[in-house]
């Protein structure tokens, strides 16, 4: 069994998308995956499965769909490909608070988008990551899920730096 983290976009959010985690780990194991484990509210989970990665997602999103009528997006990364993220994390992370990993459901092939207003924002597209520095503040930022999904044609999900750090321990923990 390979260990995946999985994580589902606009969950918990807003008050939007309600989804205790008790009812997600007990769908999830229901769905046949092993040792599953949420970490906060917001769409992080850690699972085992002998699937590959599209069959886990794609039965974690039609679960979902079934169950709490929500369609949400799904995308899972190994351990290796949330250490790679980390160790690839091209600007400064000594504030850690305006650091960001956006997820995306595939690779890509651009490299540059056309944001505007981004004052000193930055942001790195690298396959099937983006990696954002938000010095405005995650509040203030352009660079945003749905920019990003408009502009590149995909469906992503972002997570902080402590949450992606958090997120790797677990993961390795167990």
Same mark, same amino acid.
């Given at each position: 069994? &390979? &260990?995946?983290?999985?994580?589902? *976009?606009?969950? /918990? !959010? +807003?008050?939007k998308n309600i989804l205790p985690s008790a009812e997600l780990r007990d769908?999830?194991?229901?769905?046949?995956?092993? @040792?599953?484990?949420?970490?906060?509210?917001?769409? /992080?989970?850690?699972?085992?499965?002998?699937? *590959?990665?599209?069959?886990?997602?794609? &039965? $974690?999103?039609?679960? $979902?769909?079934?169950?709490?009528?929500?369609?949400?997006?799904?995308?899972?990364?190994?351990?290796?490909?949330?250490?790679?993220?980390?160790?690839?994390?091209?600007?400064?992370?000594? @504030?850690?608070?305006? !650091?960001?990993?956006?997820?995306? /459901?595939?690779?890509?092939?651009?490299?540059?988008?056309?944001?505007?207003?981004?004052?000193?924002?930055?942001?790195? $597209?690298?396959?099937?990551?983006?990696?954002?520095?938000?010095?405005?503040?995650?509040?203030?930022? &352009?660079? +945003?899920?749905?920019?990003?999904?408009?502009?590149? /044609?995909?469906?992503?999900?972002?997570?902080?730096? @402590?949450t992606t750090l958090k997120l790797l321990e677990l993961a390795e923990s @167990?």
């Open positions: 069994m &390979k &260990k995946y983290i999985v994580l589902l *976009r606009g969950i /918990n !959010v +807003s008050g769908l999830l194991t229901d769905l046949g995956f092993k @040792n599953v484990q949420t970490y906060i509210q917001s769409g /992080n989970i850690i699972l085992e499965s002998d699937e *590959r990665k599209s069959v886990i997602c794609k &039965k $974690i999103n039609e679960g $979902i769909q079934t169950k709490f009528g929500y369609d949400v997006p799904v995308i899972a990364r190994t351990i290796p490909q949330f250490k790679k993220a980390i160790a690839n994390y091209p600007f400064p992370t000594d @504030n850690n608070k305006i !650091v960001a990993f956006v997820y995306l /459901n595939k690779k890509v092939y651009e490299t540059k988008i056309d944001v505007k207003g981004i004052d000193n924002d930055q942001y790195l $597209i690298d396959n099937d990551m983006v990696f954002i520095h938000c010095e405005t503040g995650f509040a203030k930022t &352009k660079l +945003s899920n749905k920019l990003f999904e408009r502009k590149l /044609n995909v469906s992503a999900t972002t997570r902080n730096y @402590n @167990n």
